[in-house]
Every structure is written in C-alpha cells, then in structure tokens.
C-alpha cells in the first residue's frame, strides 16, 4: 500500500500515520527526516541539496523528488509507505508522477478550520517537565498547575490562535489544491475526522480497506 496523507496542520495526520504504520506495517516518510538523512550521508542528491541549504535557499522540487525515490527504493519499501509532508504544492505532485513513483491512494483527513484551532490554541505545556493538557478536553487539576510537578502552564507559539490561522491560511493557498489533482486522477479518499482519535482511526482503515 503506498499512500500520500494530507490534511490541515492540527487534524491529526501523525497520529493516523502512526496507526497505518503499526496496522501494515510500512515506514511513514517525512520529507524533513529523509532529507537530513540524505545530507548527512552525503548521496549525491544530498550533497546538492546540502549547497542550497547552506546559501539558505529553498532545495529545488526536482532534489527532493529525487531523494524520495531513492528512499523508497530500500528494501522497508517494498510493502508500501506512507508519504507524510510531501508533496506540498501542485509542482511537486507533478514532478512525483513525472519521475514514475506510483500511488495507490491519497487520504485526506478533513477537520474544520474552527475546530482546528479550537483543538491547538486549547493546548498547554508545563514549562519544567513538559506534560500537555487541554483547556477542554484534558484540564489540570488546577488551572495554570501541572499536575505531575507543579510547574506553570504555557501556551506555546505555536498553539496561539494566530499562528494556528496563519498555518492553516497557509495550507489553503499551497496544498490544498493538490485535491483537486488528485481527485481528476481518481486516487483521492477523504477522511472526515472526529473528535475521537480511534472513531478517525475506523474511519481511515475502511476507507484504506474499501
């Protein structure tokens, strides 16, 4: 099974990945992690990315394209993949078909973007031992207290409410599209995802299994 995920920032891809990834037991791919991987090896794509990077440009769509049909060529590939984070914009869909790699399905997990940002800008994070909470769904005993050792409550800036819209403005104008692309080639499933985490989890697996 070779798969692409998508979805907004907050709705709960890497938990999905992680469930796929146990179920049938394929490698989730995150552009991120395999282009270090590459850079830090020293192939001759990585080298090339590696120079784009050190001037603090962007590695050109064809680079990183190239490094992840290198990566899945190795043997963990063979009964699949997930690819999560890429691609990210219409070019690099195109250039992923253009150089041959195959996929059976793309998942869309669909949260609102009210709920999204009701889910992130809700989360806490103890400032001395790190465990999170939720202003509604997980509460300390508290309010502000960690519950495991006292510590102050924060919210990271990643969590503020503008920051979470600014991701998701984001992910509208550049990925978003890449479901329309998708669709016309008639590899798209769409997930709607719930409140909770194992109500999404049946809901991915009979769409994957349909």
Same mark, same amino acid.
Do not use: W
């Given at each position: @099974?070779?798969?692409?995920?998508?979805?907004?920032? %907050?709705?709960?891809?890497?938990?999905?990945? &992680?469930? /796929?990834?146990?179920?049938?037991?394929?490698?989730? =791919?995150?552009?991120?992690?395999?282009?270090?991987?590459?850079?830090?090896?020293?192939?001759?794509?990585?080298?090339?990315?590696?120079?784009?990077?050190?001037?603090?440009?962007?590695?050109?769509?064809?680079?990183?394209? %190239? /490094?992840?049909?290198?990566?899945?060529? &190795?043997?963990? +590939?063979?009964? %699949?993949?997930?690819?999560?984070?890429?691609?990210?914009?219409?070019?690099?869909?195109?250039?992923?078909?253009? @150089? %041959?790699?195959? =996929? *059976?399905?793309? $998942?869309?997990?669909?949260?609102?973007?009210?709920? =999204?940002?009701? !889910? @992130?800008?809700? !989360?806490?994070? +103890?400032?001395? +031992?790190?465990?999170?909470?939720?202003? &509604?769904?997980?509460?300390?005993?508290?309010?502000?207290?960690c519950d495991a050792c006292g510590g102050e409550l924060i919210? !990271?800036?990643? *969590?503020?409410?503008?920051?979470?819209?600014? !991701?998701?403005?984001?992910?509208?104008? @550049?990925?978003?599209?890449?479901?329309?692309?998708?669709?016309?080639?008639?590899?798209?499933? =769409?997930?709607?995802?719930?409140?909770?985490?194992?109500?999404?989890?049946?809901?991915?697996?009979?769409? $994957?299994?349909?």
């Open positions: @099974m070779k798969l692409i995920l998508l979805g907004s920032p %907050g709705a709960g891809k890497g938990t999905q990945a &992680e469930k /796929i990834v146990d179920r049938y037991e394929i490698p989730a =791919i995150s552009t991120g992690n395999i282009l270090r991987a590459a850079v830090k090896d020293g192939t001759q794509l990585g080298l090339k990315a590696k120079s784009y990077m050190d001037a603090g440009q962007l590695v050109p769509d064809e680079i990183i394209v %190239g /490094i992840i049909k290198d990566r899945l060529k &190795e043997d963990d +590939c063979k009964k %699949g993949f997930i690819l999560d984070g890429f691609p990210r914009t219409i070019p690099q869909a195109q250039a992923l078909e253009d @150089m %041959g790699v195959e =996929i *059976d399905k793309i $998942l869309d997990i669909e949260v609102s973007d009210e709920a =999204i940002t009701k !889910r @992130m800008s809700g !989360r806490r994070v +103890c400032s001395k +031992c790190a465990n999170s909470y939720h202003l &509604e769904y997980k509460k300390p005993k508290v309010d502000g207290v919210q !990271r800036k990643d *969590d503020a409410p503008e920051t979470v819209q600014a !991701r998701l403005a984001e992910y509208h104008e @550049m990925t978003e599209p890449l479901k329309d692309f998708y669709k016309k080639l008639g590899k798209l499933v =769409i997930v709607e995802g719930q409140e909770e985490v194992a109500d999404t989890t049946a809901l991915v697996f009979a769409a $994957l299994e349909d």
